[in-house]
Every structure is written in structure tokens, then in C-alpha cells.
């Protein structure tokens, strides 16, 4: 089976900041990775170079046999990887409906011009954003909040939103920083069997994760970053037992939920 | 060649003028972030207060002081009662903001001294110099004098004094300034006003060769800001050396080839300069955002 | 229509075409007539800025210009070269999108002041080109002998004639305006206002709509200036200067850029404020020209004070929020979501 994701030999430096170094690992196809780390080992560092937020120092990356480190952030949607935002990026002056439907600007190429006239093709696009949003919004279970302006949600929403969007884009390759981030016991619990049909539907999942519950729960396999470098890689099973993460989390005083 | 040095000369008048316009600017954008469009108005308002105090009989160097106090309260009050009512705002309305107080002023202004131009004496006697057989004023003289005055002062209250370093804090960091006892929200006017009183002094030198009128703000204004976009915006010697490339442009373009569209060579240029570095002469790459 | 998603209605735009058909029954005189058929041409252009400012978030100082490069090219292509204004506009059109096209790459690379300084340094080359470009635009005392538009045998002359052949274009040009923003296009443009790394992580291609929203606006003044050329019998380089450019502003900042009915009150409101000072100025001698700037700048300042969205998005948010209320009092099911408020 040929890998979905490799990145090789990746390295970000901000000025004197090394955030993430010399980190190389391959994602298959239609599973969960997890990718594990104290505060601050650059676990967004990498998922922003992954989406292409901004490009790597030095190393490459690689989606499907294609090169993408060096391209503009908007070319990586349409070749079928999507995320979600650790500090939410929703739309907020936009209904819910509407913050989706931006998720489907990819899947549909009307020009300008042919919006200006309203053209047969516009009609024909404007419709197909808005059944395929409406059938996401229902697999989420958002149906309710439709007419809602996205500003105006609660944080679990607001998460469920944001997941709304990234998968309205059809991805192939899901990313998701902390989607579980400020969830009550509850809505994690639903997150994590969202996350799960979701993989049921053949998309692969990259999630960054503090709660361990969760990650060790759903994770097929498990990348831990400490200080911007890979320490182990593995099933859950093995990174648990694995006596340099143990460390790692243990040396970083404010982490507690590493439950071993 | 004459003709080349007589160019250069008056390229270099104006643009110390605009050079102390610009740094104007640098003043306010590096305290507050705020690029203040209204800056030209108080060069306008420094040459025209000249003239009224100068009307009303008070001697040239009390009305000299005078105007730069005045012209420093008014700037003072600009920033209490307009710009600081809307902290926060993105800098597209903060541009908004500074030019709907600039063409209030100006508005204003015309009401008050009317649509002509005034004249104001020159600083000392009138007879041109010869140098190099080109010929300067004795005002122009005291236009650059002023300006190294304007650079040395400014250059020790920013480097020497404890305001400069109170200046300096607030634009770094605003809450750590804070918690170190210095108030953003006075340093953000004394700024203001500091700038008003550079705008006036820039005012009152260029009076005499200028014949001031109520309307003259804002073309200063925009070059003054050109020149600090230029140099890249933030930088001190970046505004200077923009403004005098800005002034020296300008006049070698109306010397050679046409006095009308000196203006459309300097902005051509500006234009120019633009395309090729983004973030102007001596700029870092990530100014330019502003008002965050 | 589709629940929850911004859409076109015809209502509003009957309703305001009602008005505008309208309008010269009730006020017939030259003066006002003259003065409405310019708040169209003003619209146009507000139109225009509006969906630059608030939609692509930019700043043009420089709208005036592409306002005049639509009327100096037909003004000469028709005079000089005796063609007809409908073929010039053509030019009208292109010559403003192709210089918007080329400074837009500068743009592209510019972010906040500097790209206001860029348009800025654009406007006022532009008028000085206009100014001193003698052999061509005769200059300062402006250049005259423009023909009228004509069609099917009919000549659009100042009037009421005139006046419809505006405001059907501007009604174009909104109801143009209004199919883009309610389109997939449309929302990519507000979605870059909240979030552009959202909007560039699900595919929106900033800076391709960031170019042609300012395409377009540079195409909407073109236009305005095409309309303006041939209403009058000569334009003169005045009206294309940096006084013009703030005048737009002033329009789309009072009404208010994110919504395209903002931006044609704003155009409207200014309209009604000049013809008031107009009025008011034959009868108390300080309200002068200067008096209509000091209020034009008495305005922005308070407008970005008080109300930075403008008027219109002001109120339609405060409807909005009625409306929520008086559904949360009826209790509509649909929006009892606010009550995760709090929580955010
Ligand atoms: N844009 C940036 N500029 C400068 N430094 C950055 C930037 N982004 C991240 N860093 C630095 O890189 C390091 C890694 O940050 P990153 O956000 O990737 O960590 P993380 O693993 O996601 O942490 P957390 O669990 O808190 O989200 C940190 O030291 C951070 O300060
Ligand atoms: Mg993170």
C-alpha cells in the first residue's frame, strides 16, 4: 500500500525557535493517526506546514506521490486535505450554513463573471453547495442551527462547526488540532464517535490530541513530538510503554493527563 | 551643471520639509500604530497661525514659539477627541478616521483665513547666497538647519530621555508599558502632540517660501507620508532619507522636464519603488500592517 | 430560497427601482433632476468601492482616477476620433480593468498602508496626466465638445432621459453586484474578512478574488465616468482628483462597505447632503463649499467612531437582533441556540 502523507526530514525554525526538527514519519490510507506531545513540541507547527500555512525550512513533504511543501495553502484543499483550527477559524460574521458551504468553494469553479449574470452554471453550483453542505450539517448533527451566525455559538458547536466545514471539502486526509480542546466528558465522548464514522467513510485522520482517553481509544497508530523532535512512533500500546515519552511527559511539569 | 546644483539645492529644501513631515509620521505610527493623515494639516496650520500672530502685531520669535504651542494643542487635542474614541479599529479605518479630520481642519481653515494665499517674512534678510554658482536663500538655509535641529532633537529625546524610552515601550508592548507605570494612552498623545509641533515647525520654515494657504496640508501631508513609506514606514532615517529623495526628485523633475507633472514623477517613482520593495527603502517586511 | 444563506431578492430591488422611476415624477425640476442623475453616477462607483472595501477588505485613495481614465476615453476616442460612445464604451470599460489589472499586482504584495499609499500615488499621477497631458486632454480648462449618446434615432440628453439611462445602469450594476456577493464567490470574499487562514485552507484563492473584485470596481468607475462624460457637453480634470476619490469614501464609509445597499445609500445620503448644503447656502452665508467638506470629514470621523460598519449594516444587524429577541420571546425553536452565549 502506497502512503497517503510522508514527511521527510522536516525541520521549522522561527528566528532562534526550532519547532519542529528533523521530524520524518508516513501516514496510510483510512485510518487514525494520532500525533501526541507536551505543550509547545510543535504539533501545530507541523499540522500548519502540512496545510501549508507556511512552508518548511528545511525537508520535504509529500501528499499522494505530490510534492506540497512549496505550495500556496489554497492548492492543498483541492488536492484532498482539510483541517481544523486549535484556536477556532470560523467564520463569524457567517451563518453555520454558510461557513460550510465556503467548505465546498473547491469542489465547484463558476467564475465571477458567470455569479455577476447568474449564469445556468452559478445556479447549477449555488445548488450543489447547498445540498451538499445541508447532507455534512446533518451527518454532524448541526441541522437545527443552520440560520445561526457562527459568532454567536457555543464552543462545542463552534468544534463540530469547524469540523462541519473542513469536511465539506471531501477530503482525504483529515487534520484535526484539538478538536476535543474545552469539551465537557460528553461531547468529547460524541466527538470521538464522530471521528469514527468518519473514518468509517474511508477518510484518513491526523488528530493532535491532549486527552489520552481519546487518543489511545481511537488511534490505530501514535507519533510523540517533544521539543520539536519525533521520540517514538507506534501503537498506543508500545508509545505507552515507551520509556522516553514517559519522560518526556514527566519532565514536562504542566502535563497531567498522560494516564499510564 | 549650474542648473544641476541649483536643482539639487531646492530638491534639498523641500525635501527637508517633507522630511520632517515624515518624521511626523515615524513619531505617531511607531508610538501608536496609527498612520496620521491629518499630519500635513499641521503644517498648514503652523504657517497660517504664523501669519495671524504676525497680523495681530506680536513679535516674529514670541509668535514664532507661540504657533508651535498652539499648533502642539491642537494635536494634543486631535488625539483626545478623535483618535483615541476609536482605539481598536483596523487600520483601513484608521485611515478613514485621519482623513476625515484632515479635510475637517482643512475645511475649517478655509472658513477661518479664507481661500488666498498668505505671505509670511523669511526668518532674515532676503539677499540669495552664491554657491558654486548656483544661488540659495538664506531661508532655505534655515529650512535644512532646522531640519538637523528637528533629527538632533528628536534623535536625543528618543535615545536619552526617559519619554523616549516610555515612547519606545508603549509600541513594543502596550500592557507590559502599562504595568511598568507608563501610560500608553499619554505617551499615544503626547505623540500626537510632539508630531503637530514637528508639523508646525515644518510650517513655519517653509512659510516664507511658500505663501501658505489653507488648502496646502494636505499635498504636504501626502508627501510627507510618501517619503515615510518610502524609507519604510517606522524607520527614522528611512524618513529622512525618503523625504529628501522625495524633495530631490521632485525638483529635478520640474527643472528638466516639466513643472506640472513633478508630481506624477514623484509618485511615478513612489510607485516604482514600491513595486520593487514592498516595504520601502529601509523597512522591516512585516510593517506596514499597522493599527494592530 | 435557501434557509440561513444571504440571498438575492428581487423585493428590495423592485422596491428600490419603484422609487427610482418614480422620483422625477415628484421632483421634475432641472436642479434636482440633475443632482439625482449624478447620486447615480456616484452610486455606480460606490458600488463598486463598497465591494473593494468590504468585501475584499482593501483600500483604494485612487477611485477618481479610474472614474476619469472611463471618462477621458471616450470624451477623446468619441471627439477626437469620432467614434460612437457605445463603441468607447468598450474602452471605458477595459482601460480602467487593464491598469486596475496591472496595479494589482502590486497590490497582491501590499497589505494596509502601503497599499493605500499605492493607490494614492496611482490617483494623483493619473491627474496630473490629466492635467498636463495637454495635446490630448487639453488640459486644465477641460476638454469639451463631447457628444451625446445616442440609440435607435433617440438622444440621451441631459434631463429626465438622462437620468433613466443612469439609474438603469446603476440598477445593473447593483443588481450585478448583489448575484456576486450572494455567490460561491461571494462568500469565499467574507469568509477572508473573519479568517484568511481558513479561507486559504479550504481553497479560497485570496488574492486571485482580491484582484478581481478591484478589477471590477476599477470597471464600475469606468463606467460612472463614461455616463458623466456624455451628460455634460465637457469634463474638466477637477473632478477626477483626490477631492473625488475621498468623496467616494466618504459615501461607502457612511453607508457602510459590507453590504452593497450601504454602499448606494451612502452614495445617495452624500447626494442629499450636498443638495441640502446646495440649499441652505443661498440663504446663511458661512455655509459655503468648505462648510460641505467640514461636514464630509465631521461625518467619517464620527461614522468610524461610532459606527465602523457604516449605517445600513448597522441597522440591519439591530433589526436582526430584534428579530431574535421577538423570536426568543415567541419561543421559536430554531435560534433558542443563543443561549450557549455564555459559554463562548
Ligand atoms: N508563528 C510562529 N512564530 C514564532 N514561533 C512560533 C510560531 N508558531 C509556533 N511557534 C513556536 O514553536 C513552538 C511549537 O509551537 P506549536 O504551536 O507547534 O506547539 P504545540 O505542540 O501545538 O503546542 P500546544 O500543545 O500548546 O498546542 C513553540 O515554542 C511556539 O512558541
Ligand atoms: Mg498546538
Redesign the pocket.
Known sequence: MSSLLQVKNVT?R??G?V??RNVSFTIEGKNITGLI????????????MVSAV?PPSEGEIWFENKRIDALPSYKIAPMGISRTF?NLQVFKKMTVIENVMVGLHTRTASSLAAAAFRLPRSRKDEEFIYENAMEVIKFIGLEDLIEVDAGNLPLGKLRLLELARALATKPKLLLL??IAAGLNHQETLEMSELILKIRDRGISIFV?E?DMDLVMRICDKIIV?DQ?EKIAEGTPKAVQNNQRVIEAYLGAADEKELTV | MNDSIQFLISGLTIGSIYAIVALGFVTIYSVTKVINLAQGEFVMLGGMTMFSLIKLGIPYFIAFLLTVVIVMAIGWLVEWAVIRKAKGADPLSLIILTIGTAIFIRGIAGMVWGKNSVKVEPFTNDVPINILGASITPQSVWVMVFMLLVVLVLYFLIEKTMLGKAFRACSVNPTAARLMAISPKKMSSLSFALSAGLGAIAGLVIAPIMFPSYDMGIMLGIKGFSASILGGLGSAPGAVIGGLLLGVIESLGAGYISSGIKDAISFGVVLMILLIRPFGLLGEKNVGKGGL | MRKGVQSFSWKGIAVFSALVISFPFLFSSSFYLTKATFAGIYTIVAVGLGLLMGFAGQISLGQAAFYGIGAYSTAILSTTFGLNPWLTLVISLAAPALLAYLLGHTMARLHGYYLAMATLAFGIVIHVLLTEWKSVTKGASGFFGIPKIELFGFTFRQGISYYYLVWAFALIVIILSLNIIHSRIGRALRSIHDSEVASGAMGVDTGKYKMQVFIISSMFAGLAGWLFAHMSYSISPGSFGLNGSILFLTMVVLGGGTSIWGAVCGALLISAISIIVHTAGSHVSFITSDFEQVLYGFIMMLIVIFLPQGLVPAIASKLKKQKQKSARANKVPAIGTVKGDQNV
Open positions: 521549522k522561527f528566528g525557535v519547532a519542529n506531545g507536551p505543550n509547545g513540541a510543535g504539533k501545530s507547527t507541523l499540522f500548519n507556511f486549535q488540532d484539538e493532535v491532549h513530538l520539536g
